[in-house]
Nanobody
Framework: QVQLVESGGGLVQAGGSLRLSCAAS????????MGWYRRAPGKQRELVAT???????NYADSVKGRFTISRDNAKKTVYLQMNSLKPEDTAVYYCHEDTIALLGRDYWGQGTQVTVSS
């Protein structure tokens, strides 16, 4: 069973920064892809960024150049560094396991709230 726990959300002014963390219990963490997704008020959940076990990354156009996804395999943790935050970044941010999901499973964290004020 996979358990994902997000943390690091909070309230920040536009232009500020936050770093989100996702601690994963999965035993094969080193070789799986992880992703960050978000759901803004009144909107559907969308992809923010992904990272493979080898460190290859992908970003949504809306956050490219501002957000950075990274991982620490020793700590089994994925991070999302968010800089130059905008009010439209306000959302609940979710951690997701992206490799096992391709094999018929789907694991999500509980989410962490990010609020950006103008």
């Amino acid at each position: 069973q996979v358990q994902l726990v997000e943390s690091g959300g909070g309230l920040v002014q536009a232009g500020g920064s936050l770093r989100l963390s996702c601690a994963a219990s999965v035993s094969i963490f080193n070789v799986i892809a992880m992703g960050w997704y978000r759901r803004a008020p009144g909107k559907q959940r969308e992809l923010v960024a992904t990272i493979t076990g080898g460190g290859n990354t992908n970003y949504a156009d809306s956050v490219k150049g501002r957000f950075t996804i990274s991982r620490d395999n020793a700590k089994k943790t994925v991070y999302l560094q968010m800089n130059s935050l905008k009010p439209e970044d306000t959302a609940v941010y979710y951690c997701h396991e992206d490799t096992i999901a391709l094999l018929g499973r789907d694991y999500w964290g509980q989410g962490t709230q990010v609020t950006v004020s103008s």
